[in-house]
């Protein structure tokens, strides 16, 4: 369950190199200049906080519809879940974990869902009318942490400093980016929300998000969220695996919701 990286990703892990696995295929990695300017601090509002489902695992989150979408995962529990965003309420789930099946992110794009899977090198593909069973899957060659789309492409992080943008149409790679501040490559990056032409990202075991500028890879902003769910759960203590993990945006509203792994909240919130 990622307790691996725990203490690597602790903060922002700002100078380590990329491990990840090589695809059987090579892929471009575009470079990134040096001296890239420190990332501005991007201020924020709590305008409602939510109840979340203790038993969500929570990988990915979107809004569609009008409904929250989530992906969770955990072994055997991994879920795709629709729930309605001021009660809580889960409306629909479909369990599509095993004793080796590992439920990753979520997007949803043109009427499909696409859930990773964290080392099982599969993407699953739903019809958003139906989440009961995929209707495809596309191989995929590296672990899968997190989606989120443009308008042409899928992209989608493997918990290395890379991001990759990916053919929707079988999940082949067509460029990948190396997330890079001014101290050098950001690894794990984990849930990915594109948000009005920048990727924000989680990075896995902080309480920060970054904000990424797509054409070059480079760190812009970072929202800091230092201790927010025990700020606003009181009594709530998160063990070590419970981080900061879910980031969704409502174009309509132009507000951001933001949770963690089996936090008992979920944050609307605006950013300037």
């Given at each position: 369950m990622?307790?691996?990286y ?10 380590s ?11 471009e ?6 001296g890239?300017?420190a ?13 979340h ?9 979107e ?6 979408y989530e ?31 590992f ?8 009427d ?7 080392k099982?090198?599969v ?7 139906n ?6 899957t ?26 990759y943008?990916v ?5 082949s ?5 190396q997330?890079t ?16 032409g ?6 896995y075991?902080?309480?920060y ?27 709530y203590q ?16 132009k ?9 008992p ?6 950013i300037?």
């Amino acid at each position: 369950m990622k307790s691996q990286y725990l203490f690597t990703a602790c903060f922002l892990v700002l100078l380590s190199c990329n491990n990840t696995t090589n695809p059987s295929t090579p892929v471009e990695i575009s470079s990134t200049p040096s001296g890239i300017a420190a990332p501005i601090n991007i201020p924020f509002n709590i305008t409602a906080i939510y109840p979340h489902d203790t038993s969500a695992y929570t990988q990915g989150l979107e809004i569609f519809n009008g409904k929250f979408y989530e992906g969770t995962g955990d072994y055997i529990n991994s879920s795709i879940r629709i729930t309605e965003i001021q009660s809580g309420k889960v409306l629909q789930k479909h369990l599509m974990g095993s004793a080796e099946i590992f439920g990753e992110g979520i997007t949803v794009f043109k009427d499909k869902i696409y859930q990773l899977t964290w080392k099982n090198h599969v993407i699953n593909v739903y019809d958003s009318k139906n989440i009961n069973q995929p209707i495809k899957t596309l191989n995929w060659p590296y672990e899968g942490w997190g989606i989120t789309h443009n308008d042409a492409e899928l992209i989608i992080s493997d918990g290395s400093a890379n991001i990759y943008f990916v053919k929707p149409e079988d999940g082949s790679i067509k460029t990948t980016k190396q997330i890079t501040d001014n101290f050098g490559p950001v690894k794990s990056i984990n849930e990915l929300e594109l948000i009005d032409g920048f990727i924000f990202a989680n990075i896995y075991g902080s309480d920060y998000i970054i904000k990424i500028d797509p054409s070059n890879g480079h760190v812009v902003g970072n929202i800091n969220l230092p201790g927010i769910i025990k700020q606003y759960a009181k009594g709530y203590q998160p063990d070590d695996e419970e981080v900061l993990n879910g980031i969704a945006w409502d174009s309509t509203s132009k507000k951001m919701y933001i949770t963690g792994k089996r936090w008992p909240k979920i944050f609307e919130m605006t950013i300037n």
